[in-house]
């Protein structure tokens, strides 16, 4: 089965199979693991008795900080309850501040406190190593190509909560 052709595809002589797609598919799962492998590594190393809902949240509170609930959920397909439950486990442990909601009180932007950021790198660390060597090995024009597929692959989710905090 070929893939229909979307609206405003960039490429119209681009013909993708069932078995290319599926392998395709493969790889991301496949990838997903050894990115989640390298969490789990960092994590075993830390004290606090965090998973990995923790450490995906004080990534994105990082990259976009303020965010809250609602908007952690959404980035993270987690329930706004198990979101609400991550949060909390962050400022119990001492690495996220809640502010005061200016609209609303239940909606309270987090941020991370200084020993949030360094949980934080700690991990993000290996996970960038592993990330370099794969950028490596598909060079400046694979580079470019694997983050247009995996800005697709996010669609919306991109322009969820604060905006990104841009690095140099």
């Not at 502010?99 to 309270?108: E, K, P, T, Y």
């Not at 660390?125 to 190509?145: F, N």
Request: aromatic content about 2%; glycine content about 12%; cysteine-free.
């Amino acid at each position: 089965m070929i893939a229909p052709l979307q609206p405003g595809s960039d490429d119209p002589r681009l013909i993708l199979r069932e078995e290319e797609l599926d392998g395709g598919l493969e790889l991301i799962l496949l990838a997903e693991a050894a990115l989640w492998a390298a969490v789990d590594a960092a994590l075993e190393t830390e004290t606090l008795g965090l998973g990995r809902s923790h450490w995906r949240a004080a990534f994105l509170l990082r990259r976009r900080p303020g965010i809250g609930v609602q908007d952690l959920s959404k980035l993270t397909s987690l329930s706004k309850q198990a979101a609400s439950r991550t949060l909390a486990d962050l400022q119990k442990a001492g690495l996220v501040e809640r502010g005061s909601g200016d609209l609303d009180g239940r909606r309270r932007p987090a941020t991370l406190t200084s020993e949030g950021v360094a949980f934080e790198q700690r991990t993000a660390e290996r996970l960038r190593a592993l990330l370099a060597r794969a950028y490596r090995t598909g060079g400046l024009d694979g580079v470019a190509g694997a983050r247009r597929i995996l800005a697709a692959l996010a669609g919306p989710r991109q322009g969820v909560g604060a905006p990104r905090r841009q690095t140099p």
